[in-house]
């Protein structure tokens, strides 16, 4: 009787292990712009007052901050109505086979979930009921191949436009709380836990430090940290120093430095992998941009593994924000990977290093990346 109590004991804790400390694999998808002319509104009104890009309500750091809705119900139509064709197209060629085949990976390799990193649509629709109907499908397309629950994050396109937020709130928190234990149901906020692992999905529209810095609090002792934002926290080229995730810059980078995270981003529309090291306390970031997208195939459909692109795209002269630059990111950032592409990654992670599979789509072959 003793040995099988102590049988039942040791098995016990072996169990309670692996579930705490366990090796799992995730779907990553990027930008896929979900999108079609039946969900915008025919007579869908130039926005006024018109709105430049980039220039709205400002951080404290002097920098434009992602959480200015009015930036996307001003901005002028002419942008969407040339996407509108573009989008259809890559979903008509290119966009059902990629999500095919991520799919089938999914399955091959046991995913636990797929990840889709933000622009899962591309809004401005015009109407609530328009709106809603293009969220309710794209996330159709998702489920009818996905045998894992699929999971997004607030991309600044899915709720853009004339009452765009609205149609969002009226879809997307009954569809999180179906999957997310936790989720508090009020924003694109919310975290999941796999084993010990800590996934923190940023809503960039509306984001709530108070509430993350809660969750941090809440799980110390997490093995990894995964910041999963649609806009990227570290700057890959000279436009992404005008792309603030929120009105605290300083707050939101300690945190995650603290945790030595791993972000997982998309938004850019290229690959992208960069290495964030603090010279002085040895904390470090790891992220990595996917793109899904395929509107420019000549140059998206050409993956190249280096960094093609990088050359001279921190000039002098494009640092308008040199400041911020000095702060935290000179001489602590490398860049492996930056490279035009649209395909989806397994992100395989273990005790032995978060490892990332990335596949474009004209390839058949998988180039692995360890962020961790």
Request: positive net charge; charged residues 25%.
């Given at each position: 009787?003793?040995?099988?109590?102590?049988?039942?004991?040791?098995?016990?804790?072996?169990?309670?292990?692996?579930?705490?400390?366990?090796?799992?694999?995730?779907?990553?998808?990027?930008?896929?712009?979900?999108?079609?002319?039946?969900?915008?509104?025919?007579?869908?009104?130039?926005?006024?007052?018109?709105?430049?890009?980039?220039?709205?309500?400002?951080?404290?750091?002097?920098?434009?901050?992602?959480?200015?809705?009015?930036?996307?119900?001003?901005?002028?139509?002419?942008?969407?109505?040339?996407?509108?064709?573009?989008?259809?197209?890559?979903?008509?060629?290119?966009?059902?086979?990629?999500?095919?085949?991520?799919?089938?990976?999914?399955?091959?390799?046991?995913?636990?979930?797929?990840?889709?990193?933000?622009?899962?649509?591309?809004?401005?629709?015009?109407?609530?009921?328009?709106?809603?109907?293009?969220?309710?499908?794209?996330?159709?397309?998702?489920?009818?191949?996905?045998?894992?629950?699929?999971?997004?994050?607030?991309?600044?396109?899915?709720?853009?436009g004339v009452a765009g937020m609205e149609a969002w709130n009226g879809v997307m928190p009954t569809?999180?709380?179906?999957?997310?234990?936790?989720?508090?149901?009020?924003?694109?906020?919310?975290?999941?836990?796999?084993?010990?692992?800590?996934?923190?999905?940023?809503?960039?529209?509306?984001?709530?430090?108070?509430?993350?810095?809660?969750?941090?609090?809440?799980?110390?002792?997490?093995?990894?940290?995964?910041?999963?934002?649609?806009?990227?926290?570290?700057?890959?080229?000279?436009?992404?120093?005008?792309?603030?995730?929120?009105?605290?810059?300083?707050?939101?980078?300690?945190?995650?430095?603290?945790?030595?995270?791993?972000?997982?981003?998309?938004?850019?529309?290229?690959?992208?992998?960069?290495?964030?090291?603090?010279?002085?306390?040895?904390?470090?970031?790891?992220?990595?941009?996917?793109?899904?997208?395929?509107?420019?195939?000549?140059?998206?459909?050409?993956?190249?593994?280096?960094?093609?692109?990088?050359?001279?795209?921190?000039?002098?002269?494009?640092?308008?924000?040199?400041?911020?630059?000095?702060?935290?990111?000179?001489?602590?950032?490398?860049?492996?990977?930056?490279?035009?592409?649209?395909?989806?990654?397994?992100?395989?992670?273990?005790?032995?290093?978060?490892?990332?599979?990335?596949?474009?789509?004209?390839?058949?072959?998988?180039?692995?990346?360890?962020?961790?």
């Amino acid at each position: 009787m003793f040995m099988r109590v102590l049988i039942l004991f040791l098995s016990a804790l072996l169990f309670c292990g692996c579930c705490a400390n366990r090796n799992y694999n995730v779907v990553l998808l990027g930008d896929i712009h979900y999108d079609a002319p039946k969900y915008h509104d025919k007579n869908y009104p130039a926005f006024k007052p018109k709105v430049p890009y980039g220039v709205g309500t400002k951080n404290k750091d002097g920098i434009f901050s992602w959480r200015n809705h009015s930036l996307w119900v001003t901005e002028s139509c002419a942008n969407t109505n040339h996407n509108i064709p573009l989008n259809a197209k890559m979903w008509e060629k290119y966009l059902p086979q990629l999500l095919d085949n991520a799919a089938e990976c999914a399955r091959n390799n046991k995913a636990e979930y797929a990840f889709q990193l933000g622009d899962m649509i591309h809004g401005d629709c015009g109407t609530v009921k328009l709106h809603q109907a293009n969220l309710r499908d794209a996330l159709n397309e998702m489920d009818k191949r996905f045998d894992c629950p699929v999971l997004t994050v607030v991309g600044n396109h899915d709720p853009r436009g004339v009452a765009g937020m609205e149609a969002w709130n009226g879809v997307m928190p009954t569809y999180l709380k179906n999957i997310v234990k936790d989720y508090s149901g009020k924003t694109g906020n919310y975290y999941l836990c796999i084993g010990k692992d800590l996934f923190y999905f940023h809503d960039v529209m509306n984001p709530d430090l108070d509430y993350m810095e809660k969750v941090f609090k809440a799980n110390p002792d997490s093995r990894y940290t995964f910041f999963v934002s649609h806009v990227p926290l570290i700057p890959t080229d000279k436009n992404s120093l005008f792309e603030i995730l929120t009105d605290d810059f300083d707050r939101l980078f300690t945190l995650l430095e603290s945790r030595n995270a791993i972000v997982l981003s998309g938004h850019t529309h290229y690959i992208s992998c960069t290495e964030y090291k603090n010279s002085k306390t040895g904390h470090r970031i790891n992220q990595f941009i996917l793109n899904s997208t395929v509107r420019r195939p000549q140059k998206q459909l050409a993956f190249k593994p280096g960094t093609d692109l990088l050359k001279n795209q921190f000039k002098k002269g494009y640092l308008k924000h040199r400041k911020l630059w000095e702060k935290y990111f000179n001489g602590n950032i490398r860049t492996p990977l930056f490279t035009n592409g649209s395909g989806y990654a397994l992100l395989r992670v273990s005790d032995k290093g978060v490892f990332l599979d990335y596949r474009n789509l004209t390839q058949k072959e998988y180039h692995t990346y360890q962020l961790r």
